[in-house]
């Protein structure tokens, strides 16, 4: 499976985005699924992260900001992203796990750059 994410671009800061992240095949087996970021200069962070039928995770810095979903049927995540911050400015990935037994397999989305002007 592979995924691919989009949907960043240059906003204003207080602007919103809706990124986008599909898959080429089911994701109902991916849990969790999850939204990381990678500024320029810095690590890649945890954005958001979602498990079926569980609470979704926030950081702290996007928190009733941002809003993670999940759609099995059309095999896609998003995040929607309200309220931007120059600080939210980086490199957008999506993440899937999959466990087949003990056997863990990680898959990355190749990034989608949002970018935030003050």
């Known amino acids: 499976v592979q995924l691919q994410a989009c949907g960043g671009g240059l906003v204003q800061a207080g602007g919103s985005l809706r990124l986008s992240c599909g898959a080429s095949?089911?994701?109902?087996?991916?849990?969790?699924m999850a939204w990381y970021r990678q500024a320029p200069g810095k690590e890649r962070e945890l954005v958001a992260r979602?498990?079926?039928?569980?609470?979704?995770v926030y950081a702290d810095s996007v928190k009733s900001r941002f809003t993670i979903s999940r759609d099995n049927a059309k095999n896609a995540m998003y995040l929607q992203m309200n309220s931007l911050k120059p600080e939210d400015t980086a490199v957008y990935y999506c993440?899937?796990?999959?466990?087949?037994?003990?056997?863990?397999?990680?898959?990355w989305g190749q990034g989608t750059e949002v970018t935030v002007s003050s």
């Open positions: 095949g089911s994701i109902s087996s991916f849990n969790p």
């Open positions: 979602i498990i079926s039928g569980a609470t979704p």
């Open positions: 993440n899937a796990i999959s466990f087949r037994g003990l056997m863990k397999t990680d898959y």
